[in-house]
């Protein structure tokens, strides 16, 4: 796998990333790695602050919508604030935050045309 930053094509494992390899041929012989490598998640939060410090800060609620034609539900709220148990879908944790912090961040809705 390879990927590209600043012009410089650099090769990436496809274990170091934790995905599962493909077999490769070594000597005529398919290879897989017996034990692939767990996978670790980065979570992110913004405890205790605000997460939308300037962008529309006189709306109590800052929601954005796209028109999209191809989608299988005619709504699909995105989350924003980082929160969401379901995440990258909103399950409405942003009222919880904005309360406690002030904050008036909201979902990204993709509307089906």
Not at 1 to 30: D, E, H, W, Y
Not at 32 to 48: C, F, Q, T
Not at 72 to 79: A, D, E, N, R
Not at 82 to 97: E, I, N, Q, Y
């Amino acid at each position: 796998m390879s990927t590209f930053g600043s012009g410089i094509c650099q090769n990436v494992s496809t274990t170091a990333l934790g995905m599962n390899p493909k077999p490769r041929l070594a000597f005529g012989v398919a290879t897989i790695n017996p034990r692939p490598r767990p996978s670790s998640a980065l979570v992110v939060r913004a405890e205790g602050q605000t997460i939308n410090p300037e962008i529309r800060k006189t709306e109590e609620k800052v929601v954005d919508s796209v028109v999209v034609s191809e989608l299988s539900k005619p709504l699909t709220p995105y989350c924003r604030c980082w929160r969401s148990g379901t995440f990258p879908l909103c399950d409405g944790s942003h009222v919880k935050h904005n309360k406690a912090t002030g904050d008036n961040v909201g979902p990204l809705l993709l509307k089906k045309q």
